[in-house]
């Protein structure tokens, strides 16, 4: 039997699923428009920047995007062309592809980072009390682990 959703319910999901969207939608767009960057190569990068010595297999890559390694191909090629990526062979492993982020990525990083927070900070931190965020990241990881959990 459907357990349809109640008022206040449907209000709430509503404004949820639409400031998600709306969200998300003009992060990306900011980052954009900003930094000439798409969302998922900042991403990426990031992802790398953080990585030790900014080296990830492509297959991890897929794993923390939650993209498939096709995607993740397609992206890490684009990357390469703007020499901010490069591919390496993985030791011992013919068929296993590292991503190295290169001293250029890591610069065109560096200039769209300041962005990206900006937009993040204005869109988002700023719209809500400090304790708004601080229950936002609460219900947050609560839905993440339920989410990763069912996976």
């Given at each position: 039997?459907?357990?349809w959703l109640?008022?206040?319910?449907?209000?709430?999901?509503?404004?949820?699923?639409?400031?998600?969207?709306?969200?998300?939608?003009?992060?990306?767009?900011d980052l954009?428009?900003?930094?000439?960057?798409?969302?998922?190569?900042?991403?990426?990068?990031?992802?790398?920047?953080?990585?030790p010595q900014?080296?990830?297999?492509?297959?991890?890559?897929?794993?923390?995007?939650?993209?498939?390694?096709?995607?993740?191909?397609?992206?890490?090629?684009?990357?390469?062309?703007?020499?901010?990526?490069?591919?390496?062979?993985?030791?011992?492993?013919?068929?296993?592809?590292?991503?190295?982020?290169?001293?250029?990525?890591?610069?065109?990083?560096?200039?769209?980072?300041?962005?990206?927070?900006?937009?993040?900070?204005?869109?988002?931190?700023?719209?809500?009390?400090?304790?708004?965020?601080?229950?936002?990241?609460?219900?947050?990881?609560?839905?993440?682990?339920?989410?990763?959990?069912?996976?």
């Open positions: 039997m459907t357990r109640n008022d206040d319910e449907q209000r709430s999901w509503r404004a949820f699923a639409q400031a998600s969207r709306l969200l998300i939608d003009r992060l990306d767009r954009q428009n900003e930094a000439g960057m798409p969302p998922t190569y900042y991403e990426l990068l990031v992802l790398l920047s953080e990585a900014r080296t990830l297999r492509m297959s991890e890559l897929a794993r923390w995007t939650r993209s498939k390694p096709s995607r993740i191909s397609h992206a890490v090629n684009k990357l390469e062309q703007s020499g901010w990526v490069r591919r390496e062979h993985c030791e011992g492993d013919r068929r296993g592809w590292l991503a190295v982020l290169t001293d250029e990525g890591l610069a065109a990083l560096q200039v769209a980072a300041p962005i990206h927070v900006e937009s993040v900070r204005t869109r988002l931190v700023d719209a809500l009390t400090p304790e708004q965020f601080r229950q936002l990241g609460e219900i947050s990881q609560v839905l993440l682990d339920h989410l990763t959990k069912s996976d």
